[in-house]
């Protein structure tokens, strides 16, 4: 995902691809025959202008003429059926196939204030293009509730203004500041966004899952962040963020502590010691791999029963490991690419609902016999190669 550039760069994976054909049937299509309202016919055309289609025979703004007077009929545009006020843009890049296969309509260019015009606009979806700038004036659109901008390559800064989005309850979107109070979900994953995490989440208390993922983000964790008291899913991954994780995950201490489940860290640059995790009483799944994390591997996670996923591959984590007993929800661990040594504990076998255990690379020496396999009924990878480990299993 790294060294996007200002060419083109597809980051579609066939997936992503089969994906988005699936998407595009489930776009509700608005009655196409009302007439559509001169003015914003005049605004699209404008809007249009400012756009840069890379290869005009598949775009599908090429349906977007002058010689058309129904522009609710123009591809991605979509009417009330009532009132014919065009309610609905989706540009979101389409596969077309022509006599050389399948390619992408990507578009690209100025998002033009025309659109101001479309007063009635409640569905904006720009994802999968090629916009670099984030057009703060969409923030006067006050009837859009979707607004989608994901998988551009947004560059830049987050923008700090007032925005007036007020039924926003569901978006894609970089305008941070005071949004709505209404917002659930922000995911802005796989952009260029290469600022600071925005301080101010005050005003969008009722956020639940935020995903920043595949950014360039830097800094740390604002405490803004962990006085979301609703906030269930963080993901991070794959940023610049730094500093000490035991700061990062005090300053998520604030009422998310309760709230938060999922928390994923990995592929940043947080060092320091592994932190207490205990506080964070609903987490389920943690992921820190690939970071700068040294010391010991101590009590971190106390009774935490509720935790089924934990990866911290790929740190700098040293010391014995303790005894894991009490996290009898775990499913997955893995600590693989660490620099652990002493004993596998052998109370390891009281995780009953263990799938996966990844200890390979680290610099255990133990001799595993039956007391610490023997009850892992579910376990089916086991991977403790590059180590000092060695079996005592009875044959039977
Ligand atoms: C579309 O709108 C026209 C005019 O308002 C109406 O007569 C027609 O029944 C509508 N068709 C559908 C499928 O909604
Ligand atoms: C207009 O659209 C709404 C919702 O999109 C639908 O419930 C209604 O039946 C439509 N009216 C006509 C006349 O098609
Ligand atoms: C936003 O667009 C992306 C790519 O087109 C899509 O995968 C994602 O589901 C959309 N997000 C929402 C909330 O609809
Ligand atoms: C937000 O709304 C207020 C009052 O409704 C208005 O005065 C202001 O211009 C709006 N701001 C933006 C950026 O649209
Ligand atoms: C957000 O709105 C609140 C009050 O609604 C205001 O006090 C605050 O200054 C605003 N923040 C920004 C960054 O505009
Ligand atoms: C903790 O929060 C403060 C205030 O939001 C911020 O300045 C600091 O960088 C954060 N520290 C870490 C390590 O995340
Ligand atoms: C952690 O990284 C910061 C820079 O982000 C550095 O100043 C600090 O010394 C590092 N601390 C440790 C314990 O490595
Ligand atoms: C674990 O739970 C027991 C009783 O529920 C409590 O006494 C003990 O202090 C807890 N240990 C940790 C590390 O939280
Ligand atoms: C094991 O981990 C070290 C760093 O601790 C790394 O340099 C090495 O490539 C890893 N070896 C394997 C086989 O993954
Ligand atoms: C397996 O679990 C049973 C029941 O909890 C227990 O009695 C037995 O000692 C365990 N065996 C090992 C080898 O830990």
């Known amino acids: 995902m790294r060294g996007r550039g200002l060419h083109f760069h597809f980051h579609l994976s066939l997936a992503l691809l089969f994906a988005l054909i699936a998407a595009s049937f489930g776009i509700s299509v608005k009655n196409q025959s009302v007439r559509c309202i001169a003015a914003e ?20 703004l090429v349906s977007w003429t002058s010689k058309e007077e129904k522009c609710c009929k123009w591809k991605g545009v979509g ?3 009532t009132t014919g006020h065009v309610v609905m843009l989706d540009l979101r890049s389409r596969i077309t196939y022509g006599i050389f296969g399948g390619s992408l309509t990507v578009i690209s260019g100025e998002i033009g204030t025309s659109l101001l015009e479309l007063k009635h606009l409640s569905h904006l979806d720009l994802s999968l293009n090629h916009f670099y700038q984030i057009a703060d004036f969409i923030g006067s659109l006050s009837d859009l509730t979707y607004h989608n901008l994901s998988s551009n390559p947004l560059t830049g800064f987050i923008p700090h203004q007032l925005v007036n989005l007020s039924r926003l309850v569901d978006l894609t979107f970089p305008l941070l500041v005071n949004i709505s109070r ?7 994953h796989h952009n260029q ?8 989440f005050d005003n969008m208390p009722a956020l639940e899952r935020i995903n920043f993922e595949d950014n360039s983000l830097e800094g740390g964790i604002p405490k803004s962040l962990g006085n979301l008291c609703h906030l ?12 000490p994780l035991t700061f990062a995950v005090t300053n998520l201490s604030g009422c998310a502590k309760n709230s938060l489940e999922i928390l994923f860290l990995d592929d940043n640059n947080f060092n320091g010691s592994l932190p207490n995790f205990v506080r964070f009483s609903s987490l389920r799944e943690l992921t820190v791999a690939c970071n700068r994390l040294s010391g010991h591997f101590e009590d971190n996670f106390g009774n935490f029963s509720k935790i089924t996923v934990s990866n911290l591959d790929k740190n700098r984590i040293t010391g014995p490991l303790l005894d894991l007993s009490k996290l009898s929800s775990l499913r997955k661990l893995s600590l693989r690419g660490n620099q652990l040594e002493g004993l596998l504990p052998v109370n390891i076998g009281k995780l009953s609902q263990l799938v996966l255990l990844d200890v ?18 579910k376990l089916r990878y086991l991977l403790i190669s590059f180590n000092a480990l060695s079996f005592n299993l009875i044959s039977n």
């Not at 209404?182 to 802005?188: C, F, I, S, T, W």
């Not at 966004?193 to 101010?200: D, E, G, N, R, V």
């Not at 269930?232 to 500093?243: I, M, T």
């Not at 610099?363 to 009924?377: G, M, P, R, W």
């Open 41 to 60: 016919r005049r605004a699209l055309l404008d809007f249009k202008k400012g756009l840069i289609n890379y290869d005009n025979s598949l775009n599908l």
């Open 79 to 81: 009417c009330d059926n």
């Open 182 to 188: 209404n917002l659930v979900e922000l995911d802005l």
């Open 193 to 200: 966004l290469s600022s600071l995490i925005p301080k101010s």
């Open 232 to 243: 269930k899913e963080l993901n991070l991954r794959d940023n610049k963020l730094s500093g």
């Open 360 to 377: 390979s690379n680290n610099s255990l020496h133990d001799v595993i016999s039956e007391a610490h396999l023997f009850n892992l009924t």
